[in-house]
């Protein structure tokens, strides 16, 4: 099923052939993916779906701890992304590094994608990787404003201040502030609004 999933056409009618009879949706090759995994890599959309749909685990990991949802996103399909996301996949899967689906989509700048995973309510925008880096620090060190403004608008729970110090700080560290200044003044505005809904909370008590 691999060798299938992997060759330079769709070979979709031919996969659907092998779900019929049975052979194990799930088997992993010499690199640790599944067929799913492959079929993503290599962009064949259609069998993908199919083994999606056929009920292929969206969860099982590759021996970099990466889920199909990691591979999508790192091919930049929305569409699958969508349809895996549809099935239940663990939007908080963490691989090696300890990056989510978010973390890769805000590193790389997919804008669509990023926009896809924070509309879910379980999604968790904090969650930190190995170097202690946020999705919202992943978009700030490789200067996507888009992203970071997406992630803003979503960064609401009580660390916020915390996240937001940290966030200015790698815009220093890491030149943001001279070569993105939009990014360094969305933070700065992000962080002056919160301060001020704060004071006004603690004024009403």
């Given at each position: 099923?691999?060798?299938?999933?992997?060759?330079?056409?769709?070979?979709?009618?031919?996969?659907?052939?092998?779900?019929?009879?049975?052979?194990?949706?799930?088997?992993?090759?010499?690199?640790?993916?599944?067929?799913?995994?492959?079929?993503?890599?290599?962009?064949?959309?259609?069998?993908?779906?199919?083994?999606?749909?056929?009920?292929?685990?969206?969860?099982?990991?590759?021996?970099?701890?990466?889920?199909?949802?990691?591979?999508?996103?790192?091919?930049?399909?929305?569409?699958?992304?969508?349809?895996?996301?549809?099935?239940?996949?663990?939007?908080?899967?963490?691989?090696?590094?300890?990056?989510?689906?978010?973390?890769?989509?805000?590193?790389?700048?997919?804008?669509?994608?990023?926009?896809?995973?924070?509309?879910?309510?379980?999604?968790?925008?904090?969650?930190?990787?190995?170097?202690?880096?946020?999705?919202?620090?992943?978009?700030?060190?490789?200067?996507?404003?888009?992203?970071?403004?997406?992630?803003?608008?979503?960064?609401?729970?009580?660390?916020?201040?915390?996240?937001?110090?940290?966030?200015?700080?790698?815009?220093?560290?890491?030149?943001?502030?001279?070569?993105?200044?939009?990014i360094f003044s969305l933070l700065q505005e992000a962080l002056e609004q919160k301060r001020d809904l704060w004071?006004?909370?603690?004024?009403?008590?």
């Open positions: 099923m691999h060798r299938l999933v992997i060759g330079n056409k769709d070979s979709s009618d031919a996969l659907q052939i092998l779900i019929d009879n049975h052979y194990e949706l799930d088997a992993m090759n010499d690199r640790g993916e599944t067929s799913l995994m492959c079929a993503i890599d290599k962009s064949h959309i259609n069998m993908a779906t199919i083994l999606i749909n056929a009920g292929a685990d969206v969860n099982k990991k590759d021996r970099h701890s990466q889920t199909a949802l990691h591979h999508s996103v790192q091919k930049n399909q929305l569409s699958l992304t969508k349809l895996l996301l549809a099935h239940h996949c663990d939007i908080n899967a963490k691989d090696l590094n300890g990056e989510s689906a978010l973390h890769i989509a805000s590193s790389k700048g997919l804008t669509d994608i990023v926009r896809e995973l924070i509309s879910y309510p379980n999604i968790d925008i904090n969650m930190q990787n190995i170097r202690g880096s946020t999705p919202l620090l992943n978009a700030v060190e490789s200067g996507f404003t888009k992203v970071v403004e997406l992630l803003l608008e979503v960064h609401t729970n009580a660390d916020s201040e915390k996240g937001l110090l940290k966030a200015l700080n790698k815009a220093e560290d890491s030149f943001v502030r001279r070569w993105h200044p939009e004071d006004e909370g603690e004024t009403s008590l």
